[in-house]
């Protein structure tokens, strides 16, 4: 008997047909003598929809309207599912996000959660009824209407479950579960029980798709289990915790790789202390996104400097630079695009030295070439050419013994 | 330079293109040193398909939830009106019916405004802006969000002037203003130039479908003055006012009819002082809408007691009496459908006797048989058969000189 919150994304609700589905979902764990309290995205493609109408009107669309139009998207599904719970005799009332107290920083299109009111749940909790809240969505001190951004109604989710300090947060997604690695592309794959918050978060980051970093931060800052299972298949999902199963014992629990890495030489930069500011500073200040960063110091009065950039963002970071090269003082650029990085995860490298040498070694073996390399206490990065990452991806799930994680493989959707 | 409220409906946002247009009517206003606060309704027919979206979950939604629903219809207008008004380069600002200030009393679907806290409108207007409000929706002490029923957007914009003081409350719709009778079936009708409050209160609780009767008396009890005018069309619409303009002179100001009314008569009724109310609680109790009522008191112990119904009403109507039969004591009932009322409306009604007298024998003229009688102050009422309707109306059009009204007679869409 506690609090249990359940996410429920857009392809779970996407039609009439689905929301009933979530509502036997809701009303199994309700029946097993829970609280439960069920955060929903908008339907389907919805979301998606009502941007394209905006765009219509104009191509610039202020962000603060943008939040207006779109929050419209959960607060339909909040009441179509709490009508579904009704028709099934139970008792539940839908809020949208102002009205479950989420209250968020004064940002438009990716505000951050600051604070939960939690009065208006807890009391409907009390009467006995399902509360449906919206996801995604907040509201400022001043009352606007925000939206918390990619991955927001997971953030969702979680901060409520933190706030009503329930026992679990559930989300239900398309997927089974957390892979080893991407089962699409790595046949070998298999589902985990259980995973730390740590390394999910260093999945996630990598981009992981299955959970937002955001949303684990959060449940990790308030040590939140979270579970992450399939809205369609009554199968066991993964466990995310404080400590993973241990008696796995795994050195590595996952393979991430993301394809369209770039990468950037900044040649002849003067070395002075200010050099990396000058560089970085102003393609954070336009959003550029920078990953794994090396800086060759060498003898000689100038140095070189490598950084990494998703493909898509390199228009932009040759812009800045350019427009900054008085600034910077360089000599020149080069970049290599058609990259992927590859990535091992896992907590147990902590007390396991060498997990980057057999790493290497392994890639060596298949005669691929290390571009580039980053490191955490829990994860290994190294970009490789485009077309190795798979075959990069699969060693390293071989190598690292993923393969025979004792996990039975559900299909995946 | 004041307050100018603009109201919006349906058909007048229904696409994005409808949209700029309504976004040039308010700039025309605001291009006048007019602050502009716009109420608009949901696009188009967006109401009825998120009700039949409910109406897929369950044959009887909570009424709670269908107004969490039907409310996303305002606020998608709202969001793209803005939209439309930053694109022509004006500030604007959209709020629902909550950030609006505007407070219910906690019914669903029905719901009447109580207050209006306007300070964020004010704040908005203070800055310069356009501030696009979502009409049809409140929400009440509790944070619960309502909806105020059918002509719930003309009762916001109404109740928006009033609480800011407005100079002017303007109600576009799809017709050029209030006509002397409804121009599709009257091809004599003329549009008026001007209408009292009182006037415009009897035609529109008579069914004349341009205002809903309780923002009008809304506009009355608050003396804001009312524009009736086209949203497509640039012609002079029909002021609402405090006193309708006096050189038309006219003792009857409009022609109204109603069909699908039924005569419904109960017999045989005890002749005790609680016979009234033992027949019309009951049908209250259950919403059905008592028109007309004749009682027929004779010498004998028992009484004949007659009223008129809308026809779709009927059903429940025969169902509470017959519940109630012994509770009542009557000893039977009789109905006869196929019924119509044509009233006629005037403020000039008052100082001039004589006017019921010169309907009655106009109709008598024209063979037309009247079964029942309402009268008020500035309204007499006939129930006649249907089929006589339109020449009963007709004729009283001309009787009362109404064909010869002094305006250009406008297109009607």
Redesign the interface.
């Given at each position: 008997m506690g609090i249990i919150v359940q996410k429920f994304g857009g392809t779970s609700v996407a039609s009439?047909e689905k929301?009933?589905n979530v509502a036997n979902r809701i009303l199994e764990e309700k029946q097993n003598g829970n609280d439960v309290v069920v955060v929903v995205s908008a339907m389907g493609k919805s979301t998606d929809e009502?941007i394209s109408?905006?765009k219509?009107?104009?191509s610039n669309?202020?962000k603060?309207?943008?939040d207006?139009?779109v929050?419209?998207g959960e607060?339909?599904t909040?009441?179509?599912l709490?009508?579904?719970l009704?028709?099934k005799g139970y008792e539940a009332?839908?809020m949208?996000g102002?009205?479950a107290g989420i209250q968020t920083e004064p940002i438009h299109g990716s505000a951050r959660i600051q604070n939960i009111d939690t009065t208006?749940v807890q009391n409907a909790l009390n009467e006995g009824k399902v509360v449906v809240v919206a996801g995604f969505q907040g509201v400022t001190e001043d009352?606007?209407?925000t939206t918390l951004g990619r991955g927001g109604s997971d953030t969702s989710a979680v901060a409520l479950a933190a706030a009503l300090n329930a026992d679990r947060c559930d989300i239900y997604t398309d997927v089974t579960g957390v892979y080893t690695a991407d089962p699409r592309y790595i046949k070998s794959a298999s589902k985990l029980s259980s995973i730390s918050y740590d390394e999910m978060l260093e999945l996630a980051n990598l981009g992981a798709g299955v959970l937002h970093p955001r949303s684990v931060e959060f449940a990790k800052n308030y040590k939140i289990p979270l579970v992450v299972r399939s809205s369609m298949e009554r199968v066991e999902g993964t466990y995310v915790l404080e400590e993973a199963n241990m008696e796995e014992n795994l050195v590595v629990r996952g393979v991430a790789f993301e394809k369209d890495i770039t990468k950037l030489t900044v040649f002849g930069l003067p070395k002075e202390i200010e050099s990396l500011s000058s560089v970085f500073t102003p393609l954070a200040k336009h959003n550029v996104n920078v990953d794994i960063i090396i800086q060759n110091v060498s003898d000689k009065k100038l140095n070189t400097l490598s950084f990494s950039v998703k493909t898509d963002e390199l228009q932009d970071a040759l812009n800045v630079l350019e427009n900054n090269r008085e600034a910077i003082g360089y000599d020149h650029l080069e970049y290599e695009s058609g990259l992927a990085k590859v990535s091992i995860v896992g907590s147990g490298m902590i007390s396991n030295p060498g997990v980057a040498a057999k790493m290497f070694a392994s890639l060596s073996e298949e005669g691929i070439f290390v571009k580039m390399v980053s490191t955490s206490e829990i994860k290994v990065s190294a970009v490789v050419n485009e077309e190795q990452m798979l075959a990069a991806a699969e060693k390293l799930h071989e190598t690292f013994g993923l393969s025979k994680v004792n996990q039975p493989v559900a299909a995946v959707k």
């Open positions: 009439v929301i009933f009502l109408l905006a219509q009107v104009t669309p202020s603060q309207e943008l207006m139009l929050t419209t607060q339909v909040i009441s179509l709490s009508m579904a009704h028709e009332v839908s949208t102002w009205q208006r009352g606007e209407i």
